[in-house]
């Protein structure tokens, strides 16, 4: 039986879509079945994310609606074995479909994978709290600044009140250098302001915005080193599989790059 993931925060350009994208092929590429389910409906942006632009004819909307199938709205992604996404509608549909119409297309989504990624919105809109009320974990997304620690403690909250049992943080963009010269929180200040634990410190690294441009995930790049970056998301992503690995393990800049494990990309 699969699990499903709800990436999540109140706040926009935090980093879900980003964070979606990439656990979703790491997952795969540690040989999972995944399924990335593009839940910010109106705003398709995850095929971009998964350089699957041009395979997606159906939507998840597409589904809900009884349209098509849910394999019909499934593309397998190009690049990662293993891993397949949904998009979702260019348009937000007018018609919201029954809360039923979500569950019964997720319990049929976990019979066929092992996991399935849910991109939210940033808003409470009636498709975020039925996407929220089909997953298992949630992880909020949460930018190295106070303002997007606030935002992550109110989401936190408010998942909570939904009936999440396991909400973790993901702090993005995370600048060691600045949270030592108390320019910036530090990780012990965000998961104290956020009220939220830990699952993984993320750098900012500015290959993320060329690769995503050019439609590559972690480890697609083909580099010889792997980045702090993808180091960062592999912890992350072992830990969703239940792997213990110590939480700020890399976190500051290694002098040693040997540290970083190393997947088959
Ligand atoms: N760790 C990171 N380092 C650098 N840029 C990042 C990182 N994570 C996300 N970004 C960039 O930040 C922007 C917003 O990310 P996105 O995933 O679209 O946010 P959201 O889905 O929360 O709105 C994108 O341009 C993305 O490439
Ligand atoms: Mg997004």
Do not use: W
Request: with cysteine; proline share 5%; hydrophobic share 40%.
């Amino acid at each position: 039986m699969g699990r499903v993931l709800f990436i999540t925060s109140f706040k926009g350009g935090v980093g879900k879509t980003t964070v979606s994208a990439n656990l979703s092929a790491l997952l795969a590429r540690m040989g999972h079945k995944v399924l990335a389910v593009d839940g910010d409906m109106g705003m398709r942006c995850m095929d971009m994310a998964l350089g699957d632009e041009s395979g997606c004819v159906y939507s998840v909307a597409d589904v809900l609606a009884g349209v098509c199938p849910p394999e019909r709205a499934v593309v397998e992604s190009g690049s990662v074995k293993g891993l397949y996404f949904m998009a979702s509608p260019a348009q937000k549909p007018e018609i919201m479909p029954d809360r039923e119409k979500f569950l019964s297309l997720f319990r049929k989504l976990r019979e066929e994978y092992d996991y399935v990624v849910i991109d939210s919105s940033a808003e409470e809109t009636p498709y975020y709290l039925s996407f929220a009320a089909c997953a298992d974990d949630a992880v909020v997304v949460c930018m190295h600044q106070s303002i997007s620690v606030r935002a992550a403690e109110k989401t936190g909250l408010r998942l909570q009140e939904m009936g999440f049992r396991s909400v973790r943080l993901a702090v993005n963009c995370y600048r060691a250098s600045l949270a030592r010269a108390g320019e910036l929180p530090t990780v012990a200040q965000m998961i104290d302001g956020s009220a939220i634990r830990l699952i993984g410190v993320i750098p900012r690294d500015d290959n993320v915005v060329i690769d995503q441009e050019r439609g590559l995930t972690a480890f697609g790049a083909g580099r010889r080193r792997v980045s702090a970056y993808e180091a960062a998301l592999y912890n992350i992503a072992c830990r969703v599989t239940g792997e213990n690995i110590p939480l700020l393990y890399n976190v500051d800049p290694p002098k040693n790059k040997k540290r970083y494990p190393r997947v088959n990309a």
